[in-house]
C-alpha cells in the first residue's frame, strides 16, 4: 500500500514542478518567478523525503534540510537583488 501512496505523491510532485516550471517561463511579473522558483525548491524537498521514505534510509532526509536551508538563503537573496538591484550592502 505505501508503494501505491509513494507513486501517486511522486506524480503529484512531478506535476507540481512542471507546473512550476511554466510559472517560470511565463511569469507575467518577477515576483511570480520569485516565487516559483521557491516553490520549486519547495517540491524538490518533497520529492527529496519522498525518495527517502522510499528507501527506507536518513541520508535523503538530511539532504533535504541542507537544500531547504540553500533553497531559503537564495530566495532571501534573489528577492533582495530585485528590490534593491545589489545583494550587499
Do not use: H, Q
Amino acid at each position: 500500500m505505501i508503494e501505491y501512496a509513494l507513486n501517486f505523491a511522486f506524480v503529484c510532485a512531478g506535476l507540481a514542478l512542471l507546473i512550476n516550471l511554466w510559472r517560470l517561463s511565463f511569469g507575467p511579473t518577477i515576483a511570480d518567478r520569485v516565487l516559483a522558483v521557491d516553490t520549486m525548491a519547495i517540491n524538490g524537498i518533497a520529492l527529496l523525503v519522498l525518495y527517502g521514505i522510499g528507501r527506507a534510509t536518513a541520508m535523503y532526509f538530511e539532504a533535504a534540510l541542507l537544500f531547504a536551508m540553500v533553497g531559503f538563503v537564495s530566495t532571501v537573496a534573489y528577492c533582495k537583488f530585485v528590490l534593491r538591484g545589489d545583494i550587499i550592502e
